[in-house]
């Protein structure tokens, strides 16, 4: 979403002071917008002394509380305390702080008839776009992209089922293809995660330093089924250069090792693999919060246009291939005796039908392994070395805890981590997890359970659910995510 907020007073001229500055409002209510400001939002702000927008943001971190007393709000937040508008805010209330991203400096003179509400904040239309003379910003070109066959999630090399029989394709020669790490994300340079797409590489000059919007499908060469496995936004394409730079860096890392090892582990032949250059490895990159994949993959139907498109083109996106998503709203279960549940003939209980294996989602082990060692470092921190211990017997087996805290206030805390492309994938794996390590088989160990996973961006309907739980079944399970870059644990949810 986009908006423009206004300051009554003059706002910083330099970026960088502006980035390093914790914005925030206080209400006694929670107004517009407590509940629907979101990283990634963009952010006009309006300065009242020049009586013009002067910038144009990215919103890239927002924290928001209700305080019982202003000495909470210093707590977490020191530096607002010697702030007029802190001091005349009301002793409870809803507390709301974001840092942004500037992306550019800009000019926009106030509509001569333009009110601000009360908040001063207000949410871009059409018709305040154009009120304004502010130029919307449109979405990429959407792109369709077929990617090899890979029942690992994309994070790793599954071996030569599935893949294409195509005699001159590289996959059916040697067993895998160069996209099967593509979201792999524990692997980042400067924020950015590196991949390759075959599409992309047949005509790599024309898309140069261009940014896409993707669709990614896949087709399991023995079934012949379609399968839909999510959307990549802003993805970029890079040259010869940064791809043979990023190379560099994942030789110096150890991470191209890594890579020619989990060919051979997946059966595949790895003969050659580290004789590739530049785009022919690394030919997009693309940030982990543009990253969307379904959970799970969705089937397409036998007669989606998809089928199409057998060869590895770089198509343009067509409404016509939209899938409609009537289970994913909210209160969309009914009960249905007559649905279609896809099963073969069945004789006497017995199903016939042809052996197939679906692609999933599988965990990324290795950033699992680094949020586990710097979410340790962090919460000996806050609780002292002692109070937390990582890898704890759960007292059920073999089975451990990731992460135990003794807190002397909030009693003991379970962590689970779990670090899937999917943020529904690690949130149902942890869960199950976590109530087993405290209440089986008749026990109450833990007086919290915390889910955490790698920084996920759209959190609506995760604080939602977590929100839900909470009332529904009485205990007090949440939700965290910690990132691996900055070492932010964020707030519960």
Do not use: C
């Amino acid at each position: 979403m986009e908006y423009i907020t206004s300051r009554n007073f003059e706002l910083p001229n330099d970026s960088k002071e502006f980035e390093r500055h914790d914005w925030f409002n206080m209400w006694q209510k929670q107004l517009f917008p407590y509940k629907e400001l979101l990283e990634g939002d963009t952010l006009y702000w309006y300065d009242s002394v020049q009586k013009r927008i002067v910038w144009k943001t990215k919103v890239s971190k927002v924290v928001r509380f209700s305080y019982e007393s202003k000495s909470e709000v210093i707590k977490k937040f020191k530096d607002v305390s010697n702030q007029n508008y802190f001091q005349k805010a009301k002793d409870k209330g809803y507390f709301i702080s974001y840092k942004v991203k500037v992306e550019a400096k800009v000019t926009y003179e106030k509509p001569k008839d333009f009110s601000f509400p009360m908040t001063g904040w207000v949410k871009l239309k059409e018709d305040i776009y154009e009120e304004w003379g502010i130029k919307k910003d449109y979405p990429n070109e959407k792109r369709i992209s077929r990617l090899a066959f890979n029942s690992n999630g994309w994070v790793m090399p599954s071996g030569r089922y599935g893949k294409s029989s195509h005699k001159d394709s590289h996959e059916a020669n040697y067993g895998y293809g160069h996209e099967e790490w593509l979201f792999d994300t524990s692997k980042l340079i400067d924020g950015y995660h590196y991949g390759f797409l075959e599409p992309i590489r047949k005509q790599q000059e024309a898309y140069l330093d261009k940014i896409f919007s993707v669709w990614l499908y896949t087709i399991d060469g023995v079934s012949k089924r379609r399968y839909w496995v999510g959307e990549i936004s802003n993805l970029e394409v890079i040259n010869q250069e940064e791809a043979n730079s990023i190379k560099s860096i994942y030789k110096q890392r150890g991470w191209l090792k890594e890579m020619e090892e989990q060919i051979v582990e997946s059966g595949a032949n790895n003969r050659g693999f580290s004789d590739w250059e530049g785009v022919d490895l690394f030919n997009v990159r693309y940030k982990p919060k543009d990253l969307k994949v379904n959970d799970p993959y969705y089937e397409l139907a036998s007669n989606h246009p998809i089928i199409k498109l057998s060869r590895y083109n770089f198509s343009y996106f067509k409404e016509e291939f939209d899938i409609d998503l009537k289970y994913e709203s909210p209160g969309s279960f009914s009960f249905n005796p007559y649905e279609e549940n896809g099963n073969s003939e069945e004789t006497d209980g017995v199903e016939k039908t042809k052996y197939k294996r679906e692609p999933k989602t599988i965990e990324i082990t290795y950033l699992h392994k680094a949020i586990s060692i710097h979410l340790t470092k962090v919460l000996k921190e806050k609780y002292g070395t002692l109070n937390v211990k990582a890898e704890h017997p759960s007292g059920i087996g073999t089975n451990k805890v990731d992460i135990v805290v003794n807190s002397k206030d909030e009693g003991l805390i379970f962590y689970e981590i779990k670090t899937y492309n999917s943020v529904k994938s690690s949130i149902r794996e942890a869960i199950g997890q976590l109530f087993e390590y405290s209440f089986w088989p008749n026990v109450d160990n833990a007086k919290q359970l915390v889910v955490i996973t790698q920084k996920h961006y759209d959190m609506k309907e995760v604080i939602s659910y977590f929100k839900h739980l909470r009332e529904k079944l009485g205990i007090n399970i949440y939700y965290q995510w910690f990132d691996i870059d900055t070492l932010e644990l964020s707030e519960k949810y």
